[in-house]
Nanobody, 126 residues
Framework: QVQVAESGGGSVQAGGSLRLSCTASGYTSGNYYCMGWFRQAPGKEREGIAKIYTSGGRTVYADSVEGRFTISQDNAKNTVYLQMDSLKSEDSATYYC??????????????????RGQGTQVTVSS
């Protein structure tokens, strides 16, 4: 059974930084093809914000976080990180990590990935 678990959320002032971590486990048929992050704020739709292809490390970002957030990985640990810098109040949301095991599914937004964690709260105060 695949499990995805995030950690590292918290509260920070605008302009500050946070680093989220995510570990996926339980997939025994190979490697995760991609992992990513999406977020959801109260009353808003889910927003896919970053993804990384585990083979080769290609990354994709949403315009809303491009240049401020960085996704990276430690393949040996099936772990991805989301370094969030220059945080804004509008970044406040529950952040979810997600993973997929096929290339076709990875083409979708990370908010549509099939394996996802329970989320971690990020609150940015202005």
């Amino acid at each position: 059974q695949v499990q995805v678990a995030e950690s590292g959320g918290g509260s920070v002032q605008a302009g500050g930084s946070l680093r989220l971590s995510c570990t996926a486990s339980g997939y025994t048929s190979g490697n995760y093809y991609c992992m990513g992050w999406f977020r959801q704020a109260p009353g808003k739709e889910r927003e896919g914000i970053a993804k990384i292809y585990t083979s080769g490390g290609r990354t994709v970002y949403a315009d809303s976080v491009e240049g401020r957030f960085t996704i990276s990985q430690d393949n040996a640990k099936n772990t991805v990180y989301l370094q969030m810098d220059s945080l804004k109040s509008e970044d406040s949301a529950t952040y979810y990590c997600a993973a997929e095991t096929t290339g076709d599914n990875c083409k979708r937004s990370s908010r549509e990935y099939g394996y996802r964690g329970q989320g971690t709260q990020v609150t940015v105060s202005s």
